[in-house]
């Protein structure tokens, strides 16, 4: 049985179609087309200045493109801002908070987030409510989520105290917290040793 191109198409998980972006004028993308399947690892090779940071920022929402579209399971997010787009990115740099412990850091995103509740009042009336995740579930997804980066047991510890392996599964481990859709790292083992690369590359692996 041959596969429609209509069923090909509904397994992109993320397509760039003709995108490009200038800065003061100078392109640094130009006219990019790019799918991205459901469960695929896609590694983005070029030296430096080619335009690879710049196009996961866009794939973020963290810029915008100059032309063209961006979508995400078919539907258009070009124009829609980071914290609506079911994607994460994990930097260069971890940007982890040091004067929070490792549990701390991992938690962050699910202590603010809000979820959609549904509440009856006196009347007998629907209403929505947006609350606060449960303490017991965020300490679940925390003990899970370090589970996956091999790092129980560290919830205590000081982000000081951790080599740079470490605080690069940490920054997984965060990002993994808010379920994206889409994971995308940006350059997460340059500033590693070899050893340490390997316990990242381990990790991404496995997710």
């Known amino acids: ?103 701390e850091n991992v938690a962050f995103g699910l202590k603010l987030k809000r979820v959609e509740t549904t509440v009856v009042d006196k009347k007998g009336t629907e209403k929505v409510k947006y609350t606060k995740l449960p303490k017991a579930v965020i300490e679940e997804k925390v003990r899970k989520a370090l589970d996956i980066v091999d790092l129980s047991g560290f919830e205590k510890r000081s982000i000081a105290t951790l080599s740079g392996g470490q605080q690069q599964r940490i920054a997984i481990a965060r990002a993994l917290m808010m379920e994206p859709e889409v994971m995308l790292f940006d350059e997460p083992t340059s500033a590693l040793d070899p050893e340490m690369v390997g316990e990242v590359l381990d990790v991404m692996k496995e997710l």
């Not at 995108?19 to 030296?47: A, H, I, M, Q, W």
């Not at 710049?54 to 995400?72: D, H, K, S, V, Y």
């Open 1 to 103: 049985m041959e596969t429609t191109n209509t069923e090909k198409k509904s397994n992109r998980i993320i397509e760039l179609v003709d995108v490009s972006k200038e800065f003061d004028g100078v392109s640094v993308v130009e006219n990019l087309n790019l799918y991205v399947r459901k469960g695929e690892f896609v590694t983005l090779l070029g030296p430096s200045g080619c335009g690879k940071t710049t196009t996961l920022r866009m794939i973020a929402g963290f810029e915008l493109p100059t032309n063209g579209q961006i979508l995400l399971n078919g539907k258009d997010i070009s124009e829609l801002p980071p914290n609506k787009r079911p994607v994460n990115t994990v930097f260069q740099k971890y940007a982890l908070f040091p004067h929070l412990n490792v549990f």
